[in-house]
């Protein structure tokens, strides 16, 4: 147990833990100090400068984010001094950061915005000295624009620390350096997007399609269909301060923006989980299967462990299946040409940019999904167009064939899990010691007693990757907690927030008129018609 300290913050008396910082112990008690490049995830390096403070006994400011807490200290965080000092590190920071606010997906939750304006700065007093620095695009998915980056390295921090990958350098040399995607093929980025949701002026980004959205609401020849991320409900209230969002709010909000139909993806979540619990049981353990729902976890597998590639599943994401389903099942249905439907992926995934891309998604020379867009980017428009996300009685969710508009499947596993333990055939036991967010099951009367497990964040796998031959089923996440930390997430996200969605979306109960026994029979229906139309493999596998 930790030490206790008292110190004063502001003639405020006090109390904090030995090793806790100065900015800790001030966050803890309510008092605010102004931080950019601080972030919990990782060691504070005290780049910004936007957090200095007034330490009694010292001369010069000190960085609250990196100063330890002392026993009898006393602190200042407002004065005169403080106040020229850290408007002349924002005017500096500025002096690094070229404004694009007007098309910047972070216009609205930018910290580094509202500290310009509520501290009064001068956000042009120095030339802009980063200009003539380029925008590097990582394919379809990432980019980095070297004229806005501040330099505080917390990309780097994600992708090294958080992810244990090396996908980021520093090129060039004193004031010229920049961070750069890495050419090589011994470090290739996954697309995970953990640069991007730690970075604090939005710098390193997705490579935005929210403009492809506005051009297809307004093309009266296209019929638009969203589909929807069930776990956007528990996180996008975060960027419109709201505690509690229904999925159908959303819904109704793109509606009013000119979306025609909106789905909940939580359907191809039940199908590919369906086909997978088939496959688990058929499969009894002789061999190990690798989900394959996360696609920075495929790009991870295909590059860093190739001699796994051959575990990986077949079937495609839950998004991708959603999106055949609608120019095929669905477009029949209604009589609608395929070739005339947009459909547009919203949610949490920045990898998924770069999957809809893919040619082994392709049907019929259709792309399943024409474009993926962040909940950071849906954040965006809503506001842009100063649309809120209060609850409607309007059932605005779509039906795709008569299933429940309010499932929230968390996961394939968690829906996996679902339906073995509907059949009795599973057990939690022990997850493994000193690996992060891992589950581990018993597949009860496997001959080959072999486990199934979940490991969320692939930062970690390297914990388990020598001793896989245990496992007869393994779903690997790329992100830290699963999607509820996904690179699409709300910024900031921190293991707190991501602890916070979870035990929310978990919190929730299905429809009391659920029945999972109804939705299968509703999940056959559909494979049965893809079956007969010769669309089975197409559809649901790569």
């Not at 996996?416 to 009795?424: A, P």
Request: hydrophobic fraction near 35%.
């Amino acid at each position: 147990m930790k030490n206790k300290i008292k110190l004063k913050i502001n003639n405020q008396e006090l109390t904090g833990s030995e090793g806790e910082t100065i900015l800790e112990v001030a966050a803890r008690n309510g008092v605010e100090i102004p931080t950019l490049c601080h972030h919990p995830d990782f060691c504070d390096k005290g780049n910004c400068r936007v957090c200095v403070v007034e330490m009694k006994g010292n001369d010069r400011l000190v960085t609250s984010c990196s100063t330890k807490a002392g026993d009898g200290m006393e602190i200042i965080t407002e004065s005169e001094k403080i106040k020229k000092v850290r408007n002349v590190n924002i005017e500096l920071i500025y002096a690094e950061h070229v404004e694009k606010c007007a098309t910047c997906v972070w216009r609205f939750e930018c910290k580094l915005l509202a500290f310009a304006q509520k501290y009064q700065t001068k956000i042009v007093r120095f030339e802009d000295r980063k200009k003539n620095r380029q925008i590097h695009k990582l394919k379809n998915a990432l980019e980095i624009d070297g004229t806005q980056c501040i330099d505080c390295r917390n990309c780097i921090s994600a992708c090294q620390n958080l992810q244990k990958l090396d996908c980021l350098v520093m090129r060039g040399k004193g004031h010229g350096q920049e961070v750069d995607f890495r050419d090589n093929k011994k470090n290739p980025c996954i697309l995970c997007g953990q640069c991007a949701l730690h970075c604090p002026v939005s710098a390193i980004q997705e490579q935005t399609n929210y403009e492809d959205f506005e051009r297809e609401v307004k093309n009266k020849e296209k019929t638009v269909v969203v589909i929807l991320d069930p776990v956007m409900a528990v996180s996008i209230g975060e960027n419109f301060d709201m505690k509690k969002v229904e999925l159908n709010s959303v819904a109704s909000a793109l509606k009013q923006l000119g979306v025609n139909y909106v789905f909940n993806s939580a359907l191809g979540v039940e199908i590919n989980s369906y086909i997978q619990s088939e496959q688990i049981l058929e499969n009894d353990g002789k061999k190990l299967m690798i989900g394959s729902h996360c696609p920075a976890t495929i790009n991870y597998i295909k590059q860093y462990q190739p001699a796994l590639a051959d575990n990986l599943q077949k079937i495609k994401s839950p998004a991708i299946i959603m999106g055949g389903l609608i120019k095929t099942y669905w477009s029949d249905k209604l009589k609608l040409d395929p070739s005339k439907i947009s459909v547009i992926s919203i949610g949490v995934c920045v990898a998924r940019k770069n999957e809809i891309v893919e040619k082994k998604t392709q049907f019929n020379g259709l792309w399943p999904v024409d474009y993926a867009l962040t909940l950071r980017e849906l954040s965006f428009l809503l506001k842009k167009n100063k649309l809120t996300l209060e609850k409607t009685k309007t059932k605005s969710i779509d039906a795709l064939n008569g299933e429940s508009t309010e499932l929230f499947s968390a996961s394939v596993f968690a829906s996996i899990l679902e339906r073995l333990k509907s059949n009795n055939q599973i057990n939690k036991i022990n997850s493994e010691k000193g690996v992060h967010n891992f589950d581990e099951f018993i597949l009860l009367q496997n001959e080959h007693g072999k486990e199934l497990a979940s490991l969320k964040g692939i930062g970690e796998i390297n914990k388990i990757v020598d001793h896989m031959e245990k496992y007869s089923y393994l779903e690997i996440m790329s992100c830290p907690d699963g999607c509820f930390g996904g690179g699409g997430q709300p910024i900031p996200t921190t293991e707190e927030l991501r602890k916070k969605r979870r035990h929310a979306f978990l919190a929730k109960k299905m429809p009391k008129n659920f029945s999972r026994e109804k939705l299968d029979n509703q999940i056959v229906d559909i494979l049965e018609w893809l079956s007969d139309n010769n669309l089975e493999n197409k559809i649901l596998f790569q």
